[in-house]
């Protein structure tokens, strides 16, 4: 090889790296744009009154109370079908199931679940919980589409958590003369926490944030009072925002942006709770 | 020394079981609710109508082509723009960046996949259909290209971070023999790395797409929602209409138990096959690259 | 002398082919050290899993025979498995501590036997780690994480872990390959006090540890047990002529 033809090909890996690196900050840079520039525009409507007022003046002043607290409601409701049953499953597949055609069944079905459109989650709501089992629009309906939404993915990343935990402590406790499930809980189960409560985090987020499945199973318009029972449709900010922005003429500008705002900040606490738990549990490690 | 707890685990361990299998019957629930509320489209409306051009339930035509076409055409759009960007940004973090870049990149990254698509699609009404329409000239902004950008934006996070992670997997012994022959980092990227992680990198791109398809809400409010079937792709400059938008849009409009309301459980049924069939297929694929590596580094 | 564990006819097979056992028939006298060595692939690791059951964690397609404990057949599955493995302690061939306290170690088996009082899980701790020559270095800090011990301290703790449960018999699987000299040299005095109250059973991770140690030997080739005889006579005199290759280092 001689010189002349190396140095043509750095010349091509600087052209190269200049290329990848503009493709890259293409990715990350209208992100950081989006987020100040609807943290400017909204950041004039938020106030008190804003946060815990009622939407007046057919939404067109007022507040946005009851779609924050829907949403926290529905988040709850979400939590409560999915984290059991999601956590539940993957100790099973992480510990109990064996290489056999069910073990695939169902990881074939976790898979299907997790690509489902949030659209045809919606449909199932509407078909099952609203109609069949006549829950009515609810938060009981709305909760429950979005909890099997997000079963897959909390299935996920438990199941990593719970396999990323040595095999040899489940060894050692057995030769000590622990159960199974001793060893699941006392071992474990407290040493994939962090992980697990990662992957909840980030799968609440992204319920909270979704609008397709509770639109016929949850959401209502406006409400002059806030929720009382799981039967009760509710307001949501997901869905707020979409009805304000598509469907209110005349909507001030700085309340659509300040509805956006509040979103966002929800669900950007989340995620940032999310990778504060998952760096320090990975410094924490005794392993 | 007492033994412990066996009554306990007697009840425990059939509820884990229990559990596990509670991912398959979900599935099977979801399917047969969508089977039994739009296979009756079949008998309702005749197949001629249902697979025509023409989508105005009003006067009782049903055509679910430009459907069809309006996911397609948004679709494409965004992978021809999310492929090329996803997969550079996903080699640049994974093997070009310095650690401190990459310790802010891989945040925000995944911050775009949190974000909440609503947001994009009232951004999207706000700010780029307006600025679309103005810079190319075209007499409305909510166009499939608009809805197109929107779901590179959505699409993005998932072909970065699954690409990214199937960059990582590849053995440093293969970029190491590769430098060791005198190739330049760069062509150790494009010839050994790479291809080495090929599979994995279709993967991210088949979900990608999963993603892009069953987006509803962002393509909803960006797209102008004209049922008309895309047959170029000039079409792109123009309004059109996904199969999402439109379960979405019309669902809060229809009788229960009407033949409209069957045909957009049908429809359901049509998404639900279609990214069963994607979701699968990139498994399979990324199964199959697993075993492999494994083989080759046994 | 009487034998602790007598093992009859015991066949072994594992779903992909590897560390058989082939018609093994042996004695195991208590209160001293027995050894299995051989080299690699011989079975010695399976034999002592099949012992405190172990082996049940992976896929054995086939076992046949009996393995007595006091008389009674362990492999009975009407045997309480969670008694049995209290009975028999294990140590293995890396240190595995929990991530948790050193004390929490100790006491972790105690605690899963359904033991609940403070005092006996001190007494426990103390008489454990003095019985693994332990005591001094750890007695001030055994709220500090087992991690932060270093590998010969760790391996002692993973003995006196077992040694908590006041086991009847202990199983060693090449305990010391990962350890120093000084360490190494520490586990062995150790084991020699314990035989005095234990019934030990050792793979070794070197020949030379073998003739330190054993006071009776089994030597293992390819799941079959080849020769066995006490300690003092296998290692200066071996009978079968396959033993004396591996001894003399001729194959290993």
Redesign the interface.
């Known amino acids: 090889m001689n010189k002349s033809n190396s140095s043509t090909r750095l010349a091509y890996q600087k052209i190269g790296y200049g290329f990848l690196t503009v493709m890259a900050f293409l990715t990350v840079i209208p992100i950081v744009l989006v987020l100040l520039y609807i943290l400017k525009q909204g950041l004039p409507a938020i106030s008190w009154e804003f946060l815990t007022g009622f939407p007046s003046d057919g939404m067109k002043a007022g507040g946005i109370l009851p779609a924050i607290v829907g949403t926290i409601y529905l988040t709850i409701g979400t939590a409560i079908f999915a984290v059991p049953l999601g956590i539940g499953a993957a100790i099973y597949l992480s510990e109990y199931a064996g290489d056999n055609k069910l073990t695939r069944a169902i990881r074939i079905s976790i898979i299907n679940l997790a690509g489902i459109p949030s659209v045809v989650y919606g449909l199932f709501g509407l078909g099952l919980f609203v109609i069949f089992m006549k829950f009515g629009t609810s938060i009981l309906a709305g909760s429950l589409t979005l909890g099997i939404m997000t079963i897959p993915v909390i299935i996920s990343t438990a199941e990593e958590a719970l396999r990323s935990v040595p095999q040899s402590f489940r060894i050692v406790s057995i030769s000590l003369g622990a159960t199974r499930w001793q060893t699941i809980r006392r071992i474990v189960l407290p040493q994939a926490v962090s992980g697990i409560l990662t992957g909840v985090i980030l799968g609440l987020e992204r319920a909270a944030g979704e609008t397709a499945p509770i639109l016929f199973t949850a959401a209502a318009f406006f409400l002059p009072r806030l929720p009382t029972s799981p039967f009760d449709a509710t307001m949501a900010l997901p869905y707020h925002l979409f009805v304000i922005s598509t469907q209110v003429p005349g909507m001030p500008i700085e309340i659509q942006y300040g509805t956006a705002l509040v979103l966002i900040f929800f669900v950007l606490t989340m995620n940032i709770f999310a990778t504060v738990i998952r760096s320090r549990a990975r410094a924490r490690r005794q392993w | 020394m007492k033994t412990s707890n066996t009554k306990y685990e007697f009840i425990i361990t059939p509820i884990i079981k229990a559990m596990g299998f509670s991912a398959i019957l979900f599935v099977v629930l979801i399917f047969y609710f969508l089977i039994s509320e739009g296979i009756v489209t079949l008998k309702e409306v005749p197949l001629k109508n249902l697979f025509s051009t023409r989508w105005y339930p009003i006067e009782d035509y049903y055509g679910i082509l430009p459907l069809l076409g309006g996911s397609l055409i948004v679709t494409l759009g965004a992978m021809l723009v999310a492929v090329p960007v996803g997969v550079c940004t996903a080699i640049y973090i994974s093997e070009i960046s310095p650690g401190r870049t990459r310790e802010i990149l891989k945040p925000l990254v995944e911050m775009l996949g949190g974000f909440p698509s609503v947001v994009l699609g009232f951004l999207g009404i706000l700010i780029l259909s307006p600025y679309l329409r103005i810079l190319m000239n075209l007499s409305t902004g909510l166009t499939a290209l608009a809805g197109s950008l929107l779901l590179a934006g959505i699409a993005l996070p998932t072909i970065v971070s699954i690409s990214e992670d199937a960059l990582d997997a590849v053995p440093r012994s293969y970029r190491d023999a590769s430098l060791a022959l005198g190739a330049t980092d760069w062509q150790t990227i494009w010839y050994v790395t790479l291809p080495a992680a090929r599979s994995g990198v279709l993967t991210a791109i088949m979900l990608g797409i999963g993603r892009a398809v069953g987006e509803t809400i962002a393509v909803m409010m960006v797209t102008g929602n004209a049922p008309v079937l895309p047959t170029g792709l000039r079409y792109l400059f123009m309004p059109v209409r996904t199969m999402t938008a439109t379960i979405a849009a019309e669902m809060g409009e229809v009788a229960e138990g009407s033949t409209h309301y069957h045909v957009l459980f049908f429809i359901g049924i049509v998404l639900f096959l279609i990214s069963l069939i994607i979701n699968v297929t990139a498994s399979a694929l990324a199964i199959r690259s697993r075993k492999r590596a494994e083989r080759i580094l046994s | 002398m009487n034998n602790k564990i007598i093992v009859d006819h015991l066949f072994l097979n594992y779903s992909d082919g590897t560390e058989s056992l082939k018609d093994i028939n042996l004695f195991i006298p208590e209160h001293a050290i027995t050894v299995l060595f051989g080299p690699a692939g011989g079975g010695k690791s399976s034999l002592l899993r099949v012992i405190?059951r172990?082996n049940e964690?992976a896929d054995v397609v086939f076992l046949s025979g009996k393995v007595l404990l006091d008389g009674e057949n362990i492999l009975d599955p009407k045997i309480?498995i969670?008694?049995?493995?209290?009975r028999i302690?294990?140590v293995?061939a890396?240190p595995?501590v929990?991530?948790?306290s050193i004390r929490s170690n100790l006491t972790?088996?105690?605690?899963?036997?359904?033991?609940k009082e403070k005092s006996l899980f001190d007494e426990a701790i103390e008489r454990s780690l003095k019985q693994a020559a332990l005591w001094e270095e750890v007695k001030d800090r055994l709220d500090d994480?087992?991690?932060a011990l270093s590998g010969g301290q760790q391996q002692r703790l993973?003995l006196a872990?077992?040694l908590a449960?006041q086991p009847e018999v202990i199983l060693l699987d090449e305990p010391t390959s990962g350890l120093d000299p000084i360490s190494t040299g520490k586990v062995e005095s150790s084991l020699q006090e314990l035989k005095l109250l234990y019934t030990i059973i050792l793979v070794p991770h070197s020949i030379q540890q073998a003739a330190r140690v054993a006071d009776y030997a089994a030597f293992f080739l390819q799941g079959e047990l080849v020769e066995y005889a006490p300690g003092k006579d296998i290692f200066t005199k071996p009978q079968d002529k396959r033993a004396e290759d591996y001894i003399e280092g001729r194959f290993g």
């Open positions: 405190n172990l964690l309480d969670n008694q049995l493995r209290r302690g294990m293995f890396r595995v929990l991530p948790m972790y088996g105690l605690e899963i036997a359904g033991v994480p087992a991690v993973c872990r077992s449960l």
